[in-house]
């Protein structure tokens, strides 16, 4: 079955930086485009960034350019994404996503606080 699995996020002081990774598994991961999203209390989840099945175009929400960059390894089926200058408001729960036929799948989550 298909799994995704986040990990890097963290408490980090605004100005900082975090490199969130997203281990997947369940299915051809070379395949498909990968995403970010994120979900700040009280606010809907919201896409962050996107990368075609093989890394050849990204695309970013306007409050990141700049400042996100998303990756992939496909040899390791892995996406990433590397965030610097945080800022408070980005402070929220980072998920890794994938659309497989007519479903989505989702990881549990990874926190990423912004503070100091």
């Known amino acids: 079955q298909v799994q995704l699995v986040e990990s890097g996020g963290g408490l980090v002081q605004p100005g900082g930086s975090l490199r969130l990774s997203c281990a997947a598994s369940?299915?051809?991961?070379?395949?498909?485009?990968m995403a970010w999203y994120r979900q700040a209390p009280g606010k809907e989840r919201e896409l962050v960034a996107a990368?075609?099945?093989?890394?050849?175009?990204?695309n970013y929400a306007d409050s990141v350019k700049g400042r996100f960059a998303i990756s992939r390894d496909n040899a390791k089926n892995t996406v990433y994404l590397q965030m610097n200058s945080l800022k408070p408001e980005d402070t929220a729960v980072y998920y890794c996503?994938?659309?497989?036929?007519?479903?989505?799948?989702w990881g549990q989550g990874t926190q990423v606080t912004v503070s100091s």
């Open positions: 990368i075609t099945s093989d890394g050849s175009s990204t």
């Open positions: 996503h994938v659309r497989r036929l007519i479903r989505e799948y």
């Open positions: 369940g299915f051809t991961f070379r395949n498909y485009v």
